[in-house]
C-alpha cells in the first residue's frame, strides 16, 4: 500500500471516529449498572462501620423477649415470636444484613408509606395535604374519635382513617386496578416483586369491621373520595402485602435516595414529594410512640404490627429490623432498641449536628 492510499485512509478514519465516540459513550452509558449513579452524604459512614455496630446490635438485643405479637389479627398471632433480622441498604447500595433477613412477614402499616407517596405523585402534595392533613391525632391510630375531633376529619396518612381515604385518593376505574397499581408501587420501591400474604389478607377481612366503621364515618364527613368498603378491602390487601428485612430496607433507601430505588436506579418517588413524606413519617410513624422516637431517635420512621420497623437517614440509607413481639403502642421492642442503638453509634440522628459531620 502506498503512502498516498495510506494518508486517505487515516484522514477518513479521522472525521469518522468522533462520529462513532459519542455512540459508544451512550452504549456504555446504557450497559453500566443503574445503581452505579447513586450519591451519598460525605459523612455517611463506611460499610465496615455499618457492618459492625448492627453485628454488635443484633448480638446484644438478640436474647430480649419482651413484648407479645399481635393478636387482634389472627394471622399474626402465630407468627414465630424468635424471627429476628436487620438489614441496612445505603444510598449506594451498600448492603449490610444479619439474622432472618429473608423471613416473610405482613408489611402492616409500614405501608401506608408508600400509599401516601403514590397518591402524592397522582394529586400533588396540596392537594393530599389539604384531603388528608398532616397533624398528629394524640389518640390511638384507629379512633373513630379522632376522627370526629380533628379539624381535617383524618388527621394524618399514617392513622387508620388516614390511611384509608388516602387509599380512596389513588385514581382507578376498579377496586382490582387500584389494588394492582398500589402493588406495582411497592414493587418498583423494593426492586423486586411483592405479592400478598394470602392468610394474612383472609384474616384481616374477616376481623376489619373496625376499619369499615372508620370508612363511614369519613363518608359522613366528606372526607373520603370513592366507595368506603372497597376502600377498606384495598386497604386490608395493602397490609397483607409481604416483605423481607432486605425488601423493606431497599424501601426505605428509596426514599433516603431522594426516591430513586438505589438498586435499580429507577425514580419511584418524585424528589419534590421525600420531604413531606419523612416529615409525616417523624410525626406520626410510630404510632403513640412517635414523641419518644423522635426524641431519642430522631429518624423517620414507619413501623407495622406484623414486626417490622423501617428508619431513614436522608443521604445515607435505611435500616429495616424484623422482630413480631411489639410493645402497647404497636411498635417491636427489638427494631426500637436496634434502631435507636445503631442511630446513635453512627451519629445518625437528623437533629444532631453530628449527622452532617460536626463533631
Not at 459492625?52 to 446490635?57: D, F, N, S
Not at 382513617?161 to 388516602?166: L, N, V
Not at 394492582?180 to 369491621?209: H, R
Request: aromatic share 6%.
Amino acid at each position: 500500500m502506498n503512502t498516498r492510499r495510506i494518508t486517505a485512509l487515516l484522514t477518513v478514519a479521522a472525521s469518522i471516529i468522533p462520529l462513532l465516540l459519542p455512540a459508544a459513550a451512550d452504549a456504555q452509558a446504557q450497559a453500566a449498572p443503574k445503581a452505579a449513579s447513586a450519591k451519598t452524604s460525605p459523612v455517611a459512614p463506611r460499610k465496615e462501620q455499618i457492618q459492625a455496630i448492627v453485628q454488635e446490635a443484633y448480638n446484644k438485643f438478640k436474647s430480649d423477649t419482651r413484648g407479645k405479637n399481635a393478636d387482634y389479627i389472627p394471622a399474626l398471632a402465630q407468627v414465630d415470636p424468635k424471627l429476628f433480622g436487620i438489614a441496612v441498604v445505603s444510598t449506594d447500595n451498600q448492603v449490610v444484613t444479619v439474622g432472618d433477613v429473608k423471613s416473610t412477614f405482613s408489611i402492616q402499616s409500614i405501608s401506608k408509606v408508600y400509599s401516601l407517596a403514590l397518591a402524592m405523585e397522582e394529586q400533588g402534595a396540596d392537594k393530599v395535604f389539604k384531603k388528608i392533613g398532616s397533624e398528629p391525632t394524640g389518640r390511638p391510630f384507629n379512633s373513630p374519635i379522632a376522627v370526629v375531633d380533628m379539624p381535617t376529619h383524618t388527621g394524618n396518612p399514617l392513622v387508620n382513617a388516614g390511611a384509608i381515604a388516602t387509599v380512596s385518593l389513588v385514581s382507578a376505574k376498579s377496586a382490582d386496578e387500584k389494588w394492582q397499581k398500589i402493588l406495582n408501587f411497592y414493587s418498583k420501591a423494593a426492586g423486586e416483586k411483592l405479592t400478598i400474604m394470602d392468610d394474612v389478607y383472609k384474616s384481616e377481612a374477616a376481623t376489619n369491621t373496625g376499619n369499615k366503621a372508620l370508612s363511614y364515618l369519613l363518608a359522613k364527613y366528606e372526607r373520603i373520595y370513592a366507595d368506603p368498603f372497597e376502600s377498606v378491602d384495598v386497604y386490608t390487601k395493602q397490609c397483607s402485602v409481604g416483605v423481607n428485612a432486605l425488601q423493606l430496607a431497599r424501601m426505605g433507601a428509596t426514599l433516603a435516595n431522594d426516591g430513586v430505588n438505589p438498586a435499580t436506579g429507577e425514580r419511584v418517588i418524585k424528589s419534590e414529594n421525600i420531604p413531606e413524606i419523612l416529615s409525616t413519617m417523624m410525626m406520626a410513624g410510630l404510632y403513640d410512640g412517635s414523641g419518644g422516637w423522635s426524641w431519642h431517635v430522631g429518624l423517620p420512621a414507619k413501623s407495622g404490627v406484623g414486626g417490622g420497623i423501617v428508619a431513614v437517614a436522608p443521604g445515607k440509607g435505611a435500616i429495616a429490623v424484623f422482630s413480631p413481639p411489639l410493645d402497647e403502642a404497636g411498635n417491636s421492642v427489638k427494631a426500637q432498641e436496634v434502631i435507636q442503638y445503631v442511630a446513635r453509634q453512627l451519629d445518625l440522628n437528623i437533629y444532631s449536628p453530628a449527622s452532617v459531620g460536626l463533631k
